[in-house]
């Protein structure tokens, strides 16, 4: 189990789960901001917005407090990698299945004037899915972050 543990610096793992996020969850929000104006989510704005809202926000904002308490920490080395690897194969899935949700689904369903009903129930099989899916992913990267560390 010695490939597990690690003396580095938290800050270095916890940078790239911040980078992560904010890339990735910022080409989501852009591009489901700009199918909002310009593209096939002009019709139906609102549920496409609750499901950002609700799977992306909550995970965005913990992201970002999570990078402003643990910047003045930055001396605490990481003692052991899974939970690092957990949380980052997770958002990996995660983020993922969202954007299957937000760039493929509405391809196949809204593109060439297809019927809002269907993407509607579309939404709602998603929604289902992450419900489940949400709690499990707020609850690894909270403990990667939030979970005592050792100074050295």
């Not at 990735?24 to 199918?35: D, E, L, P, V, Y």
Request: aromatic residues 20%.
């Amino acid at each position: 189990m010695s490939h597990l543990k690690t003396n580095l610096p938290f800050f270095r793992y916890q940078r790239k789960l911040v980078l992560l996020w904010l890339i990735w969850g910022s080409i989501i929000f852009i591009f489901t901001f700009q199918k909002s104006f310009f593209g096939y989510f002009k019709q139906c704005t609102g549920p496409i917005w609750t499901f950002i809202g609700v799977y992306v926000g909550g995970i965005y904002s913990l992201i970002t407090c999570s990078s402003f308490f643990k910047h003045k920490l930055s001396n605490y080395l990481l003692e052991d990698i899974i939970y690092f690897r957990l949380a980052y194969i997770s958002s990996i899935i995660y983020l993922l299945g969202v954007s299957i949700v937000i760039f493929i689904i509405p391809l196949y369903i809204l593109q060439d004037g297809g019927n809002l009903k269907d993407f509607r129930n579309a939404l709602v099989k998603a929604d289902t899915i992450f419900k489940v899916l949400l709690p499990i992913q707020i609850g690894l990267l909270t403990y990667f972050f939030f979970k005592k560390e050792k100074v050295e």
